[in-house]
């Protein structure tokens, strides 16, 4: 699977090579644009730069990836690692996750997803804030597990809406 997701990152649309000297072993590529099928559906991605250096390790710069499924899912970051092997995705810097009518900000984001390409679950850290329709919550960290359909927030979290409030410690 890596080394389809690089000869893909190869063919798509990109800028030469950049802050890459000959003989290091790096391969960095500069305005990357990807556009693949997976289980998970169509899955569309840019980043201003990526680097393919680590064995099995993708990272990626100013990155934005959506996913046109039956509801579809967009993460916007600064910075994403994915590591093939481990079947996680990390996002950090001004994270922003929507899906249908929920979202996630924060600072950062961990996904582990299934061989499928199915996110399985996420752990969102520092300034986690939630939205879905009218009531919102907030917390140091949130862990969603999407298989269970379960969101547990931790330290300092709140959540409110319809005229109701939760807040825990």
Known sequence: RPSVL??????????????????DGRTVLG?????????????????TEVDLSEQQVV???DVEVSVA??????VSAEHSIWDMASLTASFSGSVVATRGQFSIECAELVVEYSSESEV???TATGG????RG???????????????????LS?????EGAGNRLQGS
């Open 6 to 23: 690089v000869a893909v990152l190869a063919l798509c649309g990109c800028a030469p090579l950049v802050d890459s000297e000959p003989g």
């Open 31 to 47: 305005d990357v644009s990807v556009y693949g099928i997976a289980n998970a559906g169509e899955i569309e991605a840019t980043a």
């Open 59 to 61: 990272v990626g710069s």
């Open 69 to 74: 499924s039956v509801i579809p899912l967009t």
């Open 120 to 122: 399985i679950r996420a």
């Open 128 to 131: 986690v804030r939630l939205i």
């Open 134 to 152: 009218e009531w919102s919550g907030s917390a140091e960290t949130a862990n969603l597990d999407l298989v269970e359909g379960v969101v547990t």
């Open 155 to 159: 330290g300092s979290s709140s959540i």
